[in-house]
């Protein structure tokens, strides 16, 4: 008899990913569902939840199957400067203003990588505060300040 052999990583990722999509589609239960033509506020999050622990249980039944890697080292640099980005973005986005927010974000989230150069970081985040503020600012029209009150002089 052949015994079953789960590749670790996919079963905790799709073990995860069922958990939590039961959680959300059993707290989604506890708001109107309404129907599919007049839908309630949870019927959106079931549909999503559901979605969820089909994802997962596909990415179970897929780790009996599939030898994977094992689990590499934690990325304690990408941690350190991806986690720390959107909240430098959310404390500073009314005083700096969008525009350089934005951009000493996207600065920060560059370094998580060991190989990006410094210029490259410049780059690249001048090339994505460039392509946000045309695309939100000018394409939307999206009413925020591009710079805030703390660098005007």
């Known amino acids: 008899m052949k015994s079953i052999s789960f590749d670790t990583t996919n079963a905790l990722c799709g073990g995860l990913l069922t958990a939590v999509g039961l959680f959300f589609a059993w707290q989604a239960f506890n708001l109107e569902l309404g129907t599919a033509f007049r839908m309630g506020p949870g019927y959106f999050p079931l549909v999503l939840a559901v979605i969820l622990t089909l994802l997962g249980i596909v990415i179970l039944v ?20 991806i986690l720390p980005a959107p909240v430098f ?3 500073t986005v009314r005083g700096l203003g969008f525009v350089p927010s934005l951009f000493f974000t ?3 989230a560059c370094f998580a990588s060991g190989r990006m150069k410094p210029l490259t970081a410049i780059a690249l985040s001048l090339a994505l505060t460039a392509f946000s503020v045309a695309v939100f600012s000018y394409g939307l029209g999206l009413p925020f300040q591009r710079f805030g009150p703390w660098t005007q002089y």
């Open 106 to 108: 996207a600065l920060i």
């Open 62 to 81: 897929q780790s009996t199957r599939v030898q994977g890697e094992p689990i590499g080292a934690i990325a304690v640099r990408g941690m350190l400067f």
């Open 89 to 91: 973005f959310g404390l």
